[in-house]
Nanobody
Framework: VQLQASGGGLVQAGGSLRLSCVDS????????VGWFRRPPGKEREFVAT????????SYADSVKGRFAISRDSTKNTVYLQMNSLKPEDTAVYYC?????????????????WGQGTLVTVSS
């Protein structure tokens, strides 16, 4: 396993969680990293992405202003800080490394995927 996502759990609406994605296979090097999620019974969707050097980020409209993606290259780790969580944020969250410095919103641009971590937000 090259990408290990963690930090999921059960939280009440309005609460916060921080997800982490650790790269043990050097897939983050020179590549953008993204977070995607799959809500129960729904298709996988884009959440956020960060460029290789961290100077560019992009978010889905549904999480803009509540989530923040960041990376620590010294730790080979990308984070997703999730605030003001809503029940509709409930999903399995996946991290993935892209093919290139900028990932974009399409899952097809991401080559390596972590195993996912479950986030459950109760109302």
């Amino acid at each position: 396993v090259q990408l290990q996502a963690s930090g999921g759990g059960l939280v009440q609406a309005g609460g916060s969680l921080r997800l982490s994605c650790v790269d043990s296979g050097r897939t983050f090097s020179n590549n953008a990293v993204g977070w995607f999620r799959r809500p129960p019974g729904k298709e996988r969707e884009f959440v956020a992405t960060i460029s290789w050097r961290g100077e560019s980020t992009s978010y889905a409209d549904s999480v803009k202003g509540r989530f923040a993606i960041s990376r620590d290259s010294t730790k080979n780790t990308v984070y997703l800080q999730m605030n003001s969580l809503k029940p509709e944020d409930t999903a399995v969250y996946y991290c993935a490394s892209a093919l290139g410095s900028y990932g974009g919103t399409l899952a097809e641009r991401y080559r390596y995927w972590g195993q996912g971590t479950l986030v459950t937000v109760s109302s």
